[in-house]
């Protein structure tokens, strides 16, 4: 049982979070300051996506405007459908992409699965942003999303600007790895190594005298912000209420309703 009270000390607390929450704004407003004054760093290498369009280049991806935003969407190449977490993720992208454009911001998702793959699969979501594939390119690898079979069996898997402890191949039932990690491996269509050597993140990227050049690319939980169904539940009252891997893709839910204890 919650704790209860009258409305003079609900109050008398709200004031004290009310203090807090303002706090806490003050330092997301700085920490974006310091976001926003990291030195950019040119990119040289040719990379080539496949695009409903066609063949593109890294500079192509920004259709006219002056800065890219690019989602990196766990759908590898050994999967039959796309993450269950990011497909959480992405269903914000329609409603917020033409707001982006107005800020001369690009919005794409890409992902290592072939194109027709990744096609067939935003028709299922019932989505429209854009989506190309790096398939055959560095890209994924070169902005830390992906690892080979050697990194991951030989625990050499450096993953959010760090040594990653859960990235190496671990044994165990029913083909490894813990409880959900294969959820989500099943869900996502591929065995649990295979979803290990992909992993979510966003980058950033700007477009100045005619180059471009990466900007900023948060991993793990540093994509929590734009994962908007988490900014609702921190807001209710049993906040994100998780007792283990719930999340489902959004037609997917029983009832439409998530399955929590």
């Not at 003079?8 to 997301?28: D, F, I, T, V």
């Not at 040594?163 to 044994?171: F, K, L, N, T, V």
């Not at 734009?226 to 999340?247: C, F, H, K, Q, V």
């Amino acid at each position: 049982m919650h704790e209860t009270s009258g409305r003079e000390r609900w109050m008398e607390a709200r004031l004290r979070l009310l203090a807090a929450e303002k706090n806490l704004m003050k330092q997301s407003d700085a920490v974006a300051r310091q976001r926003q004054e990291l030195p950019w760093v040119k990119i040289d290498k040719d990379y080539r996506f496949a695009t409903e369009q066609g063949e593109m280049t890294l500079r192509d991806l920004f259709q006219g405007r002056s800065q890219l935003m690019v989602y990196h969407f766990m759908f590898g190449e050994n999967f039959g459908s796309g993450c269950v977490s990011c497909s959480s993720i992405a269903d914000g992208f329609n409603g917020i992409a033409p707001h982006l454009a107005g800020h001369d911001v690009m919005l794409w998702a890409v992902s290592k699965a072939p194109l027709d793959r990744l096609l067939t699969y935003r028709e299922r979501m019932d989505w429209s942003f854009p989506w190309a594939s790096s398939h055959g390119n560095d890209f994924n690898r070169d902005f830390g999303v992906w690892f080979s079979e050697d990194e991951q069996r030989d625990g050499q898997i450096v993953y959010n600007y760090s040594p990653d402890p859960s990235g190496p191949w671990r044994e165990g039932k029913e083909g490894g790895g813990h409880e959900a990690e294969r959820h989500f491996a099943r869900a996502s269509g591929t065995d649990v190594a295979s979803y290990l050597r992909d992993r979510p993140g966003l980058s950033t990227f700007a477009l100045q005298g005619g180059e471009v050049y990466h900007a900023y690319s948060t991993y793990a939980r540093g994509v929590d912000p734009i994962w908007a169904m988490y900014s609702w539940l921190d807001r209710a009252p049993l906040g994100r209420n998780e007792t283990g891997p719930w999340t489902r893709r959004r037609t997917e839910y029983p009832d439409g309703r998530a399955e929590t204890k």
